[in-house]
């Protein structure tokens, strides 16, 4: 197929490499523009640009295709796409790009729609303690995340995995459904399937308002806190009148332990009281000082039993 790209971050990596591996002609790649960062605000390009450019793609970088995008969408039609293929672009496609492909413009997202529809599925996922979760590639609509599915696949969420460690296996799993997906849109044998409004949840984009930890919560709704919310923005507390964040932690206990809600209870591997059992902090990174396993940052600062954390 002659597949136009759009895509931005690190999750839209496999899939776009996947296409020029599985033999796809990659005519263009649009991706969002680039944007300062780091301490010296320096102007850095999206990762699905660097990729693009290694393999001599054209990329255009529009800051809309919806408000003043005339000049881009003329430069789609040109290209004459049999697909225009998207994996978290993040921008918002006008009905004049949906309709100019032969197979339509399909989208790789992360969740088995129609559940976390929006810009944070993988990381809802984890919040809200699901089971399992997946990748759906759909056919777009004008809608958010609402047109018709065209494959899924699913797959279990670990324990104490991370909504980042999580990311990074569905974008890789997403690459393999989008090359399926092709396959059978060129060969006839997917069919799209409309979706059940009535089992769609949203998942929105994450804030920082969900980084606290309240120690009065549950000690399973504290642990896919801070594993939902790894790598960004994360958990956090204070220790000390610091701030602390936790990147990963353990469920010690499931039952009360009799301690006020965040002391802690074991200063040998930083197991702190919940209401109804005892969280273990295994990474964490302190103010002013960088990440790290909890047994390094014990090592390096003298913790007692009985400290109240938050």
């Not at 225009?84 to 729609?113: E, M, T």
């Not at 949840?201 to 804030?207: D, E, K, Q, V």
Request: proline share 7%; with cysteine; net charge neutral.
């Amino acid at each position: 197929m002659n597949i136009v790209f759009m895509g931005t971050p690190d999750f839209a990596v496999p899939t776009l490499k996947k296409l020029y591996e599985s033999g796809h002609r990659v005519s263009a790649v649009f991706t969002q523009p680039d944007k300062p960062k780091g301490r010296g605000y320096k102007l850095t390009p999206p990762p699905v640009k660097v990729l693009a450019q290694e393999y001599g793609t054209p990329v255009y970088q529009p800051q809309s295709l919806k408000k003043n995008g005339e000049e881009y969408i003329d430069i789609i039609r040109k290209l004459s796409p049999d697909c225009i293929v998207v994996a978290a672009y993040g921008k918002i496609l006008p009905k004049a790009v949906l309709d100019i492909p032969k197979y339509g413009c399909v989208n790789v997202h992360g969740s088995l729609l129609p559940k976390y529809r929006g810009a944070g599925p993988i990381q809802w996922a984890v919040l809200n303690d699901e089971a399992e979760t997946g990748i759906t590639t759909m056919l777009m609509g004008e809608g958010l995340d609402t047109g018709d599915m065209l494959m899924k696949r699913a797959t279990s969420i670990g324990e104490n995995e991370t909504a980042a460690e999580l990311f990074d296996r569905l974008a890789d799993m997403g690459a393999q459904l989008l090359t399926e997906t092709l396959d059978g849109l060129e060969n006839g044998t997917v069919a799209p399937e409309k979706q059940d409004e009535s089992l769609a949840t949203y998942a929105p984009m994450l804030t920082k308002e969900l980084c606290p930890i309240d120690f009065n919560k549950p000690v399973r709704k504290i642990h896919k806190q801070i594993c939902g919310l790894s790598d960004w923005p994360c958990a956090v507390t204070t220790l000390e009148g610091k701030r602390l964040k936790v990147y990963r932690s353990e469920i010690a206990s499931d039952k009360p332990c009799g301690k006020p809600v965040g002391t802690v209870v074991d200063s040998n591997d930083f197991s702190v009281a919940c209401s109804d059992g005892v969280i273990r902090f295994t990474q964490v990174q302190a103010e002013g000082s960088k990440r790290m396993n909890t047994a390094d940052f014990l090592r390096g600062r003298h913790l007692e039993n009985g400290t109240v954390l938050g």
